[in-house]
């Protein structure tokens, strides 16, 4: 048929071309979404395995300008002492932390490494408040840096350092004790009293606590260092019950008497503990 007479007649050879179309059952509306669907879902998969590949290095960067970081504070404290120690040679130098290293964005996998490994060694770093008679310090430190680092770093001496009652040990490290950021610990000179609790079955666990710890204070920590579960959930659902004997006194959780009152001069006393 010819197309002007079609068009003659009324008849739009597109419209015929749609209507052919449509009864063969084709839909170009549903073939192009079809697609647009395939395309998406491509995409995301995309998307998600460039994401997989891309994070743990994400996550290395900010581990790396993490300790840029604390090195950067390190110098800005070193240059403070400088200035505190009135030595103008060191004064006048120009200490820019960017360029101590030039290589510093030029980090490999065995620089990768090698920090990695100084994280493991030292831990986290923590801030810490340091409280003596007449001044307070602020310091940061490593999970597993020794607890004497606070002499290094305060200049501290002669005087015991304490965590909630505990004497701390000097040898053990801030991770031993469960010393966290933003802890306090104490620089006071006092009566140190070698508590030890001595369980039936013969075991011996000893505290060494300031003495003004309170007596049930005490007693908590026993529980805690005991690690006992299933004593301390017997003791609070009073399922059972624990007495604490020195000489012929039985201690409860609710005598918040100071040690230095109970024991008064014996120094390293002896708890007995027993089950009822």
Same mark, same amino acid.
């Given at each position: 048929m010819?197309p002007?007479?079609?068009?003659?007649?009324?008849?739009?050879?597109m419209?015929?071309?749609?209507?052919?179309m449509?009864?063969?059952g084709i839909?170009?509306?549903?073939?192009?979404?079809q697609?647009?669907q395939i395309?998406?879902?491509?995409?995301?998969?995309t998307t998600?395995?460039?994401?997989?590949i891309?994070?743990?290095?994400?996550?290395?960067?900010k581990?790396?300008e993490?300790i840029?970081r604390?090195?950067?504070?390190?110098?800005?404290v070193l240059?403070q002492k400088?200035?505190?120690?009135n030595?103008n040679?060191f004064?006048n130098?120009n200490i820019n932390?960017?360029?101590?290293n030039?290589?510093?964005?030029q980090i %490999?996998? #065995?620089?990768? /490494? $090698?920090? *990695?490994?100084?994280l493991?060694?030292?831990?986290k770093? =923590?801030?810490?408040?340091? &409280?003596s008679?007449?001044?307070?310090?602020?310091?940061?430190?490593f999970e597993?840096?020794k607890?004497?680092?606070?002499?290094?770093?305060?200049n501290?001496?002669?005087?015991n350092l304490?965590?909630?009652?505990?004497v701390?040990?000097?040898d053990?490290?801030?991770l031993d004790?469960?010393i966290k950021?933003?802890s306090?610990?104490k620089?006071?000179?006092?009566n140190?009293y070698n508590?030890?609790?001595?369980?039936e079955?013969?075991?011996t666990?000893?505290?060494?606590?300031?003495?003004?710890?309170?007596?049930?204070i005490?007693?908590?920590y026993y529980?805690?260092?005991s690690?006992?579960?299933?004593q301390?959930?017997s003791?609070?659902?009073?399922?059972v %019950?624990? #007495?604490?004997? /020195? $000489?012929? *006194?039985n201690?409860?959780?609710k005598n918040e008497t100071? =040690?230095?009152?109970?024991? &008064?001069?014996?120094?390293?006393p002896?708890?007995?503990?027993t089950l009822d």
């Open positions: 010819n002007m007479l079609m068009n003659q007649f009324g008849m739009n050879p419209m015929m071309n749609q209507m052919q449509n009864q063969n839909n170009q509306m549903g073939m192009n979404n697609f647009n395309n998406q879902m491509n995409m995301d998969n998600l395995s460039i994401k997989n891309v994070e743990p290095y994400e996550k290395k960067i581990e790396l993490e840029i604390q090195k950067d504070f390190e110098i800005t240059k400088l200035n505190n120690n030595n040679n004064m130098m932390p960017i360029n101590l030039p290589n510093v964005n %490999g996998v #065995n620089d990768i /490494f $090698n920090i *990695d490994q100084q493991r060694i030292k831990g770093e =923590i801030g810490l408040g340091i &409280k008679d007449k001044e307070v310090f602020f310091i940061n430190c597993r840096d607890i004497s680092t606070i002499r290094e770093k305060c501290i001496f002669g005087k304490i965590y909630n009652y505990r701390l040990d000097e053990s490290t801030f004790y469960g950021s933003n306090t610990i620089a006071k000179s006092v140190v508590v030890r609790f001595r369980e079955s013969g075991r666990y000893n505290l060494i606590l300031s003495n003004y710890c309170p007596l049930n005490a007693l908590i529980l805690i260092i690690g006992d579960p299933v301390l959930l003791l609070i659902n009073k399922k %019950g624990i #007495n604490f004997l /020195f $000489n012929s *006194d201690f409860d959780f100071p =040690i230095e009152q109970i024991f &008064k001069y014996n120094n390293i002896i708890i007995q503990v």
